[in-house]
């Protein structure tokens, strides 16, 4: 997936635990989104950022905080980890002006038990 | 919630035969977009439609887009085992956000 990376690909946490999952760009684009998947279920926005510096709530952003500190990278923080937040979490980024396509990086597994 | 309703949820043919997924809302949509996700991988995005009654076609795949902008469809002809994956449909509201439809999941029989 050259152009979106994330990190850590698998997690494991306890339930009450914190951990940050990074997504970083090389496109230069403005626009990134942070989506969870849950089995059988389309994708959930749950954090948006139309530019550095600014982020906006989606339609799951319970639990979950969000850091935009350059136009790169845009972050996703689970301050106390519950057994409901167990998903493939995506980030993607708008590439398309024409269309508004996105782009979505390869996705980090998260269990917690 | 969601505002786009996808159905079949599932799909099972055979190799060579045809397959149409379809995009439904209750309000018109401004557009709508169209993913394909392989298993364990990540969405990847196939096509955008945008005008009234608008057909496009990429190879083997055709999308349309409804009269009313209420609707859109996914129609492969002759699936091959390259076509295993889930097709999901995406409505773009403001700031280029996407809501997503639950997705039809495919397998094609060899």
């Known amino acids: 997936n050259a152009g979106v990376t994330q990190t850590p690909k698998f997690q494991v946490l306890k339930t009450g635990q914190s951990m940050t999952l990074q997504c970083a760009q090389d496109?230069?684009?403005?626009?990134m989104y942070w989506y969870r998947q849950d089995p059988g279920m389309g994708l959930r926005l749950i954090y948006y950022?139309?530019?550095?510096?600014?982020?906006d709530k989606g339609e799951v952003p319970n639990g979950y905080n969000v850091s935009r500190l350059n136009k790169r990278e845009f972050s996703l923080r689970l301050e106390s980890a519950a057994p409901s937040q167990t998903s493939v979490y995506f980030c993607?980024?708008?590439?398309?002006?024409?269309?508004?396509?996105?782009?979505f990086g390869p996705g980090t597994r998260l269990t917690v038990t | 919630g969601q505002q786009v309703m996808q159905i079949p949820q599932y799909q099972h043919v055979q190799e060579g035969e045809d397959f149409t997924t379809y995009c439904n809302s209750s309000?018109?949509?401004?557009?709508i977009q169209w993913y394909k996700q392989r298993p364990g991988g990540h969405p990847v995005f196939l096509i955008q439609?945008?005008?009234?009654?608008e057909v496009k076609k990429q190879k083997r795949l055709t999308f349309q887009f409804g009269e009313a902008k209420k609707n859109s469809s996914l129609h492969i002809t002759a699936t091959q085992t390259t076509d295993v994956g889930t097709y999901f449909c995406?409505?773009?509201?403001?700031?280029?956000?996407?809501?997503f439809g639950e997705g039809t999941q495919l397998t094609v029989n060899p």
């Open positions: 309000t018109t949509l401004s557009n």
């Open positions: 496109m230069n684009h403005n626009s």
């Open positions: 995406a409505e773009e509201t403001s700031g280029s956000r996407l809501t």
């Open positions: 950022s139309a530019s550095e510096g600014t982020t």
């Open positions: 439609l945008v005008k009234s009654g």
């Open positions: 993607a980024i708008k590439t398309g002006e024409v269309f508004h396509e996105q782009y």
